[in-house]
RNA sequence: GCCGGUGUGUCGGAAUGGCAGACGAGCGCGACUCAAAAUCGUGUGGGAAACCGUGUGGGUUCGAGUCCCACCACCGGCACCA
């Protein structure tokens, strides 16, 4: 058969789609299986390189399960809201729904034509009101449950603009747009509490099959850490304590992981954010200079002041001082950018003797160090390692840390100084966007109710038409130009009340879209509770490392939610999830507009086909592993498939004895390399077996038909094919895999190594089962005198080897 | 700095502790051709050989790419996290 890929493929992939090959069924009672690829941003570049492989790995996986009888979930879908649109729009006035659809269409296209078996009846669009109606339902049960709320926060804010930067638009201070200086601005947002769900979420990380590197990507961004909290108490210059304005005494709180130091503790530090330094601005004699120092700090971005190798800077706080809970001692404070105000409490006990950023402040201030741990040389910097506990009254010798810290612990909650704590580093996620193109936030402001939700049975909250894309002034959303969709009654009271004018971020929709894939089209529910039941949890989820931490936690986040609440059935969302390896530019680069290395997978179909593209994408290399672009490669898989389309000038009727075996391995390979996603090796196991038929110089007829359904998952066009021109009935994507026969997979005879002190001297043939006697004879048979002093031991492992020791 | 990962021919990469380099590419040689491309066949770690070869140095083992210890290099994530 001569190999016309440009007939073939779309005659197939119209064939597929016009008698739902692909569809899964609800109603089945057959095993499921869900296999899920992150949905794709619909941007205007069309389809990557990088979406295929993602894409191909579960779909030659899903293909194969189809054959073996299991009922396949294989959805797709765009995540459509976002950035890029919106600034489109902004540009040129046409509406980001347009763009969207444009671009959900062409991508549509881009998918279908490298044949991949998605079930098209499923398609769902994060922008769709009818999907986003249920994006919006869960942001409410959460703000009913308290988990979502409206906080301070500090932004960057540039007041020319008058607009809300991002990190990435001011860096270095100015504003991307008119390089004036950005400054900290305080504004409320909207959270979702997911800090309550750190330790759920890390509890459940071990009930999931998740490669250990992303596991422990999620336990550092959880970043959980046990200690105490202690409160210092105030005093002014002479000692005086300093009382609140309700009469208590005024008290600075810290959290520590190691209370245990707490007698090495020779000064403190606190944020520039700190409220405290507010609250006793009175008292502080030299504000002047604190104040200076603070808008300096709030001058700088996020990025400058975490920038390591970096002097410590800071200024202290004249006429407060704080008392050293267990020393009695006075000590200085110090206001100092190296203290974060986003983590712990934002101030922080200071032991020089202990830290090294401690031990630099202490330098640089003039501060005291005391040595509490021995085992380091204080004079040179400090020491951060185990040791006998010294300089600590009731704590000296405890050589054990975990022992000390329990034990100061003890101590601090007997005199009502603190208590044992713990502390995340992940942060509550700040959930709104000042824009347009975006979910509407179900809320409405009433000055005498507060925030109030909008009424469920008024969802979806439908995004007003809008003329200008530009965001408001003073950074609002362009939803704030609005007055019609602005000014409403308040649900609760009914008076006049204000809308939220800002979206929800671009993590919303995707914080839940596999859940709506099974039951896409449902309007009483996100989904049915047995279609839940059904094909919850997601088997595998494939997708890229860049989504590791915050979208696979965000979205286990909801997942535990809608579990708690009774409203999905299993407590975590995904069984199994794995990550493709970036494809890279032929130079080793990773692909680029700018540096001109980009493959398009169009350029790819068009010239070479689908089913090469497939192939060799899955050729490459290890799924996970990164590698270049080969384009020689690549033609040797397009060879491959030209040599697979030849076959059927060689099929005989009767089957070829000397085939069986190599087919009955390679379909045992095959399958069991699929399912453990290593399809290089199982590609090449199918490029070994072709190169034995083509030795044989013929096939047969069914010997054939199995080989093309082990090609299939990878090259699906050409099997579908070959398959319908041999007569096989039905679709190739719905035949029955092939099963092997173990007994024919392993051979009658084998070569094995013969060693001599583990060094290889030559190779025997011996039957399969022969004893040790016989492998042994053989072996010292076919080594003659080369074999000389004592044998001092003979090994022969079965199948494997034989090694003789001798002196 | 902390956490995780990876180091194998010319290249992408194979190898449940058991013949290192499967498979593909590249390259060499041959066939076909007036010639080239395509195709087919064949060879291809180093070394004349004994042997030597999986980042480096040690160890465990009859036997180590694989297991253990130390180190080096590169990649990814987090990062003044108290």
Same mark, same amino acid.
């Given at each position: 058969?001569?190999?016309?890929?440009?007939?073939?493929?779309?005659?197939?992939?119209?064939?597929?789609?016009?008698?739902?090959?692909?569809?899964?069924?609800?109603?089945?009672?057959?095993?499921?299986?869900?296999?899920?690829?992150?949905?794709?941003?619909?941007?205007?570049?069309?389809?990557?390189?990088?979406?295929?492989?993602?894409?191909?790995?579960?779909?030659?996986?899903?293909?194969?399960?189809?054959?073996?009888?299991?009922?396949?979930?294989?959805?797709?879908?765009?995540?459509?809201?976002?950035?890029?649109?919106?600034?489109?729009?902004?540009?040129?006035?046409?509406?980001?729904?347009?763009?969207?659809?444009?671009?959900?269409?062409?991508?549509?296209?881009?998918?279908?034509?490298?044949?991949?078996?998605?079930?098209?009846?499923?398609?769902?669009?994060?922008?769709?009101?009818?999907?986003?109606?249920?994006?919006?339902?869960?942001?409410?049960?959460?703000?009913?449950?308290?988990?979502?709320?409206?906080?301070?926060?500090?932004?960057?804010?540039?007041?020319?603009?008058?607009?809300?930067?991002?990190?990435?638009?001011?860096?270095?201070?100015?504003?991307?747009?008119?390089?004036?200086?950005?400054?900290?601005?305080?504004?409320?947002?909207?959270?979702?509490?997911?800090?309550?769900?750190?330790?759920?979420?890390?509890?459940?990380?071990?009930?999931?099959?998740?490669?250990?590197?992303?596991?422990?990507?999620?336990?550092?961004?959880?970043?959980?850490?046990?200690?105490?909290?202690?409160?210092?108490?105030?005093?002014?210059? *002479?000692?005086?304590?300093?009382? +609140? $304005?309700?009469? =208590?005494?005024?008290? @600075?709180?810290? &959290? #520590?992981?190691?209370? !245990?130091?707490?007698?090495?503790?020779?000064?403190?530090?606190?944020?520039?954010?700190?409220?405290?330094?507010?609250?006793?601005?009175?008292?502080?004699?030299?504000?002047?200079?604190?104040?200076?120092?603070?808008?300096?700090?709030?001058?700088?971005?996020?990025?400058?002041?975490?920038?390591?190798?970096?002097?410590?800077?800071?200024?202290?706080?004249?006429?407060?001082?704080?008392?050293?809970?267990?020393?009695?001692?006075?000590?200085?404070?110090?206001?100092?950018?190296?203290?974060?105000?986003?983590?712990?409490?934002?101030?922080?006990?200071?032991?020089?003797?202990?830290?090294?950023?401690?031990?630099?402040?202490?330098?640089?201030?003039?501060?005291?160090?005391?040595?509490?741990?021995?085992?380091?040389?204080?004079?040179? *910097?400090?020491?951060?390692?185990? +040791? $006998?506990?010294? =300089?600590?009254?009731? @704590?000296?010798? &405890? #050589?054990?840390?975990? !022992?000390?810290?329990?034990?100061?612990?003890?101590?601090?909650?007997?005199?009502?100084?603190?208590?044992?704590?713990?502390?995340?580093?992940?942060?509550?996620?700040?959930?709104?966007?000042?824009?347009?193109?975006?979910?509407?936030?179900?809320?409405?402001?009433?000055?005498?109710?507060?925030?109030?939700?909008?009424?469920?049975?008024?969802?979806?909250?439908?995004?007003?038409?809008?003329?200008?894309?530009?965001?408001?002034?003073?950074?609002?959303?362009?939803?704030?130009?609005?007055?019609?969709?602005?000014?409403?009654?308040?649900?609760?009271?009914?008076?006049?009340?204000?809308?939220?004018?800002?979206?929800?971020?671009?993590?919303?929709?995707?914080?839940?879209?596999?859940?709506?894939?099974?039951?896409?089209?449902?309007?009483?529910?996100?989904?049915?509770?047995?279609?839940?039941?059904?094909?919850?949890?997601?088997?595998? &989820?494939?997708?890229?490392?860049?989504?590791?931490?915050?979208?696979?936690?965000?979205?286990?986040?909801?997942?535990?939610?809608?579990?708690?609440?009774?409203?999905?059935?299993?407590?975590?969302?995904?069984?199994?999830?794995?990550?493709?390896?970036?494809?890279?530019?032929?130079?080793?680069?990773?692909?680029?507009?700018?540096?001109?290395?980009?493959?398009?997978?169009?350029?790819?179909?068009?010239?070479?086909?689908?089913?090469?593209?497939?192939?060799?994408?899955?050729?490459?290399?290890?799924?996970?592993?990164?590698?270049?672009?080969?384009?020689?490669?690549?033609?040797?898989?397009?060879?491959?498939?030209?040599?697979?389309?030849?076959?059927?000038?060689?099929?005989?009727?009767?089957?070829?004895?000397?085939?069986?075996?190599?087919?009955?391995?390679?379909?045992?390979?095959?399958?069991?390399?699929?399912?453990?996603?290593?399809?290089?090796?199982?590609?090449?196991?199918?490029?070994?077996?072709?190169?034995?038929?083509?030795?044989?110089?013929?096939?047969?007829?069914?010997?054939?038909?199995?080989?093309?359904?082990?090609?299939?998952?990878?090259?699906?066009?050409?099997?579908?094919?070959?398959?319908?021109?041999?007569?096989?009935?039905?679709?190739?994507?719905?035949?029955?895999?092939?099963?092997?026969?173990?007994?024919?997979?392993?051979?009658?005879?084998?070569?094995?190594?013969?060693?001599?002190?583990?060094?290889?001297?030559?190779?025997?043939?011996?039957?399969?089962?022969?004893?040790?006697?016989?492998?042994?004879?053989?072996?010292?048979?076919?080594?003659?005198?080369?074999?000389?002093?004592?044998?001092?031991?003979?090994?022969?492992?079965?199948?494997?080897?034989?090694?003789?020791?001798?002196?």
């Amino acid at each position: 058969m001569k190999y016309n890929f440009k007939k073939i493929e779309p005659k197939w992939q119209k064939s597929w789609e016009d008698n739902m090959v692909f569809a899964a069924d609800d109603e089945s009672t057959k095993k499921k299986f869900y296999g899920l690829v992150e949905f794709p941003y619909p941007s205007g570049a069309g389809l990557h390189v990088g979406h295929c492989k993602a894409y191909l790995g579960l779909d030659a996986m899903c293909r194969m399960l189809r054959m073996q009888d299991i009922n396949v979930l294989f959805p797709i879908g765009f995540d459509a809201f976002g950035l890029p649109a919106e600034n489109y729009a902004i540009k040129t006035g046409i509406h980001p729904r347009i763009v969207t659809d444009q671009n959900i269409a062409h991508f549509s296209e881009q998918l279908r034509k490298v044949g991949f078996s998605f079930d098209w009846s499923r398609v769902i669009d994060t922008t769709d009101e009818d999907y986003y109606k249920w994006t919006q339902w869960i942001f409410l049960k959460m703000f009913e449950h308290g988990l979502a709320f409206k906080d301070k926060t500090l932004v960057n804010y540039c007041p020319s603009c008058k607009v809300v930067l991002s990190n990435e638009d001011s860096q270095g201070g100015k504003c991307d747009i008119c390089h004036s200086d950005v400054i900290q601005k305080s504004k409320d947002v909207w959270y979702l509490r997911i800090t309550r769900y750190a330790d759920k979420l890390l509890e459940g990380l071990e009930t999931v099959q998740f490669p250990e590197n992303i596991k422990q990507q999620q336990v550092n961004w959880i970043g959980r850490s046990t200690g105490a909290f202690v409160n210092f108490t105030l005093s002014d210059a *002479e000692g005086r304590q300093i009382f +609140g $304005e309700d009469g =208590n005494a005024r008290k @600075l709180r810290i &959290y #520590t992981t190691r209370p !245990d130091t707490l007698f090495g503790v020779t000064f403190m530090v606190v944020a520039p954010e700190h409220p405290v330094i507010d609250e006793l601005a009175g008292r502080i004699s030299n504000m002047d200079a604190v104040r200076a120092y603070r808008s300096e700090c709030s001058k700088k971005t996020e990025f400058e002041r975490t920038q390591l190798v970096k002097d410590k800077t800071g200024v202290r706080l004249e006429g407060i001082c704080a008392v050293n809970p267990m020393s009695g001692k006075k000590i200085p404070i110090f206001i100092a950018d190296y203290v974060m105000m986003g983590y712990g409490t934002g101030a922080i006990m200071a032991v020089p003797a202990h830290d090294q950023r401690d031990y630099d402040f202490a330098k640089a201030f003039g501060a005291d160090i005391v040595e509490v741990i021995k085992g380091g040389d204080i004079s040179k *910097e400090a020491w951060s390692g185990d +040791g $006998e506990m010294i =300089n600590s009254d009731f @704590l000296n010798g &405890y #050589t054990n840390k975990k !022992d000390s810290i329990a034990r100061m612990i003890e101590v601090l909650e007997e005199r009502g100084a603190g208590e044992g704590g713990v502390q995340y580093k992940m942060k509550d996620w700040a959930f709104n966007r000042q824009r347009y193109w975006g979910e509407p936030i179900p809320i409405v402001h009433c000055d005498s109710c507060g925030y109030v939700a909008v009424p469920y049975e008024e969802l979806p909250l439908r995004l007003p038409e809008v003329e200008n894309f530009e965001p408001g002034s003073d950074g609002e959303s362009p939803l704030a130009k609005i007055p019609e969709f602005v000014n409403c009654k308040c649900p609760k009271c009914g008076r006049d009340a204000k809308r939220e004018t800002d979206t929800m971020p671009q993590w919303a929709g995707s914080s839940w879209y596999y859940l709506r894939y099974i039951d896409p089209h449902n309007d009483k529910c996100f989904a049915d509770r047995k279609k839940l039941e059904y094909w919850m949890p997601v088997d595998h &989820y494939n997708g890229g490392m860049e989504h590791v931490t915050r979208h696979l936690i965000y979205s286990r986040f909801w997942h535990r939610f809608l579990y708690d609440l009774g409203e999905v059935n299993t407590p975590e969302p995904y069984m199994k999830r794995s990550a493709q390896g970036l494809i890279l530019g032929p130079d080793g680069e990773k692909m680029s507009k700018s540096k001109g290395n980009v493959v398009d997978p169009l350029d790819i179909v068009d010239a070479y086909g689908a089913d090469t593209l497939r192939t060799y994408v899955l050729f490459m290399g290890d799924y996970a592993a990164s590698a270049p672009w080969n384009d020689s490669s690549l033609k040797g898989c397009r060879k491959f498939l030209e040599r697979i389309a030849g076959l059927t000038d060689i099929v005989t009727d009767n089957e070829v004895a000397e085939l069986e075996g190599p087919l009955h391995k390679a379909i045992k390979k095959v399958g069991e390399d699929i399912a453990a996603m290593k399809f290089n090796t199982a590609i090449a196991a199918l490029m070994g077996l072709i190169n034995e038929i083509y030795a044989a110089g013929r096939i047969g007829h069914d010997q054939l038909i199995a080989y093309i359904k082990l090609v299939s998952p990878f090259a699906p066009h050409i099997a579908e094919e070959i398959y319908e021109m041999l007569g096989g009935s039905g679709f190739i994507a719905k035949a029955a895999w092939p099963e092997y026969d173990a007994s024919k997979t392993v051979d009658a005879t084998i070569e094995i190594g013969v060693q001599i002190n583990g060094k290889l001297k030559g190779t025997i043939v011996i039957p399969r089962d022969a004893d040790q006697a016989a492998a042994i004879t053989a072996a010292r048979e076919m080594l003659g005198d080369r074999l000389t002093g004592n044998v001092i031991k003979e090994i022969y492992v079965p199948g494997r080897i034989v090694n003789i020791v001798a002196k």
